[in-house]
């Protein structure tokens, strides 16, 4: 194939990332990781399932940006995970110099690629990548909306026995347990869920969706969730790759939209081959306005944490 998507970080959001990529046959996958061994077999593993999925992707496990070079697309899931004993900011200052050392390689070999952060906590982390990358605002493009309205998409068809596929859920805001679910504009086949459930079943559904990374964590008892991480990722680079200019909530640099200014932040973007080609803003209610402003606060409180 002549499209390639590298994907730093081969752990578990990394490699199921790579996966559906190739399954799905999207581009040639360079898997990379500071791992000696660890992206090579599991690229080469990668690459021997091809044949049985009927994909002719290439997948190449490596430790050198070199075999980055050229990437249409770069998904960043390199980090640490939180241990035991080490304090919220000690993980936001390591994850933070993981980030800026990946984005210097990465925009050395790729300049003109669509960055895709996805290493938590995302917002501070996208504003890491958007400031030592130096690319445009459209080009620094974070996943975490798709994967908090897909926690929520899985809710309401749950609660109302629907198909997922007729489900659609509006989250803004940053990705962490100040998210914002919007039910007024959350519908099964366009209807919006208000006028469906009752307060409570919408109420439960809305703590539930900015709870869903918690609920998988303590389930695991040790690492986070990846299989929807990975679908989450892998439709935004569907997107930009055939430029379908879909409407997804995705990380942003905000500058003035919604009242946010300098700040990554989740909004409705129109996702094609040029990125986060547009910003859609949508009327809020002021309680929803405030919401809103609160998740921008917290986000705000981590950025200035980190000098930014
Ligand atoms: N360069 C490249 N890879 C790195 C670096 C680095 N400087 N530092 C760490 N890594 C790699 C690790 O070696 C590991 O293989 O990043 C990988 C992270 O994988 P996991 O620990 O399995 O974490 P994962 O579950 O994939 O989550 C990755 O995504 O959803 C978020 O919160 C999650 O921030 C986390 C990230």
Redesign the pocket.
Same mark, same amino acid.
């Given at each position: 194939m002549n499209r390639k998507v590298s994907v %730093?970080?081969?752990?578990?959001?990394?490699a199921t990332t790579a996966r559906s990529i190739a399954d799905k046959e999207l581009a040639d996958v360079v898997l990379?990781? %500071?791992?000696e061994g660890?992206p090579q077999g599991k690229g080469l593993d990668l690459l021997e399932a091809c044949p049985i999925e009927g994909s002719d992707a290439r997948v190449l496990g490596t430790n050198d940006y070199a075999d980055t070079a050229g990437s249409a697309v770069v998904v960043i $899931? #390199?980090?640490? #995970?939180r241990k035991p004993g080490m304090s919220r900011d000690d993980l936001l200052q390591k994850n933070a110099g993981?980030i800026k #050392?990946?984005t210097t390689e990465v925009v050395t070999h790729s300049p003109d690629c669509i960055i895709i952060p996805? $290493?938590?906590p995302l917002d501070a982390m996208c504003q890491v990548v958007y400031r030592e990358s130096g690319f445009p605002r459209e080009r620094v493009v974070g996943m975490a909306g798709v994967l908090d309205s897909a926690r929520m998409r899985t809710f309401i068809a749950e609660a109302l026995s629907v198909s997922v596929e007729n489900t659609h859920a509006f989250v803004l805001g940053g990705h962490g347990d100040t998210m914002v679910p919007l039910p007024r504009y959350s519908t099964v086949a366009g209807i919006p869920i208000t006028e469906l459930l009752d307060t409570a079943t919408i109420d439960a559904i809305v703590t539930r969706t900015a709870n869903g990374g918690a609920e998988i964590v303590k389930l695991l008892g040790s690492?986070?969730a990846?299989y929807a991480?990975g679908s989450a990722v892998v439709q935004m680079v569907e997107a930009i790759l055939k430029d379908k200019k879909k409407i997804l909530p995705c990380a942003v640099f905000l500058q003035g939209e919604y009242g946010i200014r300098d700040l990554f932040v989740g909004v409705p973007v129109k996702l094609g081959a040029g990125g986060a080609e547009q910003i859609i803003e949508i009327r809020l209610e002021a309680d929803e306005q405030a919401a809103l402003d609160r998740s921008a606060a917290s986000v705000k409180e981590l950025v200035s944490a980190l000098g930014l």
């Amino acid at each position: 194939m002549n499209r390639k998507v590298s994907v %730093i970080g081969s752990g578990n959001v990394g490699a199921t990332t790579a996966r559906s990529i190739a399954d799905k046959e999207l581009a040639d996958v360079v898997l990379l990781d %500071i791992l000696e061994g660890v992206p090579q077999g599991k690229g080469l593993d990668l690459l021997e399932a091809c044949p049985i999925e009927g994909s002719d992707a290439r997948v190449l496990g490596t430790n050198d940006y070199a075999d980055t070079a050229g990437s249409a697309v770069v998904v960043i $899931t #390199a980090g640490l #995970a939180r241990k035991p004993g080490m304090s919220r900011d000690d993980l936001l200052q390591k994850n933070a110099g993981i980030i800026k #050392a990946v984005t210097t390689e990465v925009v050395t070999h790729s300049p003109d690629c669509i960055i895709i952060p996805v $290493t938590n906590p995302l917002d501070a982390m996208c504003q890491v990548v958007y400031r030592e990358s130096g690319f445009p605002r459209e080009r620094v493009v974070g996943m975490a909306g798709v994967l908090d309205s897909a926690r929520m998409r899985t809710f309401i068809a749950e609660a109302l026995s629907v198909s997922v596929e007729n489900t659609h859920a509006f989250v803004l805001g940053g990705h962490g347990d100040t998210m914002v679910p919007l039910p007024r504009y959350s519908t099964v086949a366009g209807i919006p869920i208000t006028e469906l459930l009752d307060t409570a079943t919408i109420d439960a559904i809305v703590t539930r969706t900015a709870n869903g990374g918690a609920e998988i964590v303590k389930l695991l008892g040790s690492g986070s969730a990846y299989y929807a991480p990975g679908s989450a990722v892998v439709q935004m680079v569907e997107a930009i790759l055939k430029d379908k200019k879909k409407i997804l909530p995705c990380a942003v640099f905000l500058q003035g939209e919604y009242g946010i200014r300098d700040l990554f932040v989740g909004v409705p973007v129109k996702l094609g081959a040029g990125g986060a080609e547009q910003i859609i803003e949508i009327r809020l209610e002021a309680d929803e306005q405030a919401a809103l402003d609160r998740s921008a606060a917290s986000v705000k409180e981590l950025v200035s944490a980190l000098g930014l």
